[in-house]
């Protein structure tokens, strides 16, 4: 798996500022705007790396992305629009709820693939206090490929070894913008 941190760049002016992605120095992904974008990371340098950027993300006025509970379940609604099939949820402190009968049955919706309901479920939840830690499944590129996803909390996510980072993730601009991308 490779694992990309994901960020997104808010332009000073109407006029297009172009990231160069070249002095990073590491490996990028891009949505179907460059103003979306993941940066390779290796989880054991993740805080070295990130402060080694920190003045150029700054000065490029660049937000580092996170993922909320409301954010998973907006993805997981619009999940067949962005050609996802989701295949499994963790939640912080999963260890403590392994036994719990709402993380039974979720799961158990997970196999039946039942978005509707795994949401009813997943609002519970979070209503409950759960927090959704990670979301897990596969998605068709913009080659038609089927790759596996991983998505977390922290605004990572992980992505089978196959990754060709000239092509466009659009998955990207959903998890950064939300269902905006659909307006």
């Known amino acids: 798996m490779q694992i990309y941190k994901l960020f997104s760049q808010n332009p000073t002016s109407t006029k297009k500022k172009i990231l160069k992605f070249s002095n990073l120095s590491t490996g990028v992904i891009t949505g179907s705007s ?30 580092q ?3 909320t509970d409301y954010k998973f379940m907006e993805f ?36 039946k693939s039942d978005n509707e309901l795994i949401l009813d479920l997943l609002e519970e939840a979070v209503s409950n206090g759960y927090r959704v830690f990670s979301i897990t499944g596969d998605f068709k590129n913009n080659l038609d490929q089927l790759k596996m996803i991983k998505i977390y909390a922290n605004g990572t996510i992980s992505i089978e070894n196959s990754v060709q980072e000239e092509e466009e993730y659009p998955i990207i601009d959903f998890l950064i913008n939300g269902p905006e991308v659909f307006s």
């Open 34 to 63: 460059e103003k979306f974008f993941g940066l390779r990371i290796e989880p054991e340098q993740y805080r070295e790396f990130l402060n080694g950027i920190n003045k150029h993300l700054l000065k490029n006025r660049i937000n």
């Open 76 to 111: 997981i609604r619009q999940s067949s629009r962005l050609n996802f099939n989701l295949s499994d949820i963790t939640f912080y402190d999963q260890e403590r709820y392994e036994n719990d009968e709402l993380i039974k049955e979720i799961k158990a919706e997970l196999w």
């Open 65 to 67: 992305h996170i993922m």
